[in-house]
């Protein structure tokens, strides 16, 4: 049997990543809340840029899966944005597509 030497990553489906509107945050969800910013680990999610002086330039608390994000980044391709989201399915959705990326 033939099989292409490139194999792409299908793209996750938010229909299997559904969840309630509105999530209580004191639920039990599979999260660690960091208990300030000096405690995060900040060059394991912005590899990249990890040295003095950048700092995070767009913050969307709430972003859901990222659409405000997503639209800012080629206007801005050289700054840091941050999404949180607090919804544990919706937060697996993106996180499976970055990793397809």
Known sequence: RDFPLFCAMALPQKRYY????HSNPLSDHTFDYP????VVDWPSLYPDHSGEGHKVRFLDVGCGYGGLL?????????ALMLGMEIRVKVADYVQASGDSL
């Open 18 to 21: 559904r969840q309630r509107a």
């Open 35 to 38: 208990v300030s910013p000096e």
């Open 70 to 78: 997503v639209s800012l980044s080629p206007l801005y391709p050289d």
